[in-house]
């Protein structure tokens, strides 16, 4: 797994998946926002870190029974305890809620060993208590049964479908308030500056819509003296 740089971590706590989202769109890349998922709590810190993949089929009952548990390689068990730490753990449950894709025991485990997050297209058991945790948690919707009666899980750190994004092993994961979106790895420091400049801009044209400006010439910077404006608040500010 390619290493995140703690300076494109930093940028990317700092932005958001909406400008992320448009800055991906320049690059021709329209599907990579998770779908259908959110917070399980609200205020929760902004998720950042590589993706470390769970993959989960439809269950097979004859294969799928609580001895699996047993199994120290069993692949959910195992994905737990594999997924390094500032990574965030993203689960393809098929985007089906009806069985939980994991629990707040796992979930608290993650949490201990410093995972950055954890992401579901399915839902999660014990909701209430992973929102109390403070790890950054998104899926579907609760789901209080468990993920042995309809999901099996099959293999980790393969590339995964989550909510219709396609997620490969190591590209970067941003959460927010509006959603989860997937970066290519290969792109993550070229977006990070790139949406760190863009939010300096953004924050500026937002005061300045506040003071009762017009859009028309500033947002987009159309006018040349929206740019000599920004730069004199840029220098103002400190931005």
Known sequence: ??????????????????????????????????????????????????AFTLRYMPAREDLNTMDVFRDRSHPQRKAVE???????????????????SAGAILVTRLMKRGVAGVVTDGGFRDSAEIAKLGIPAYHHR?????????????EINVPIGCGDAPVFPGDVILGDADGVIVIPAHLADEIANETFEMTAFEDFVT??????????GLYPA??????????????????
Not at 5 to 32: P, W
Not at 88 to 100: E, I, N, P, T
Not at 207 to 216: D, M, Q, S, Y
């Open 207 to 216: 005061e300045e819509v506040g003071k009762g400006r017009g859009i028309f």
């Open 142 to 154: 609760p789901s209080a049964p468990t993920n042995l009666t309809l999901h099996q899980a099959i």
């Open 82 to 100: 594999d997924c390094p730490p500032g990574a965030v753990l993203v689960m393809d449950s098929r985007k089906d809620a009806r069985a939980a």
């Open 1 to 50: 797994m390619t290493k995140l740089s703690e300076a494109t971590r930093n940028k990317l706590k700092s932005v958001s998946t909406a400008t992320v989202a448009t800055a991906l769109f320049k690059r021709g890349l329209r599907i990579q926002m998770i779908q259908d998922v959110h917070p399980v709590g609200a205020g929760q810190p902004t998720m950042v870190g590589e």
């Open 222 to 239: 159309t006018d040349p003296q929206t740019l000599t404006d920004f730069a004199e608040w840029r220098k103002k500010n400190g931005r």
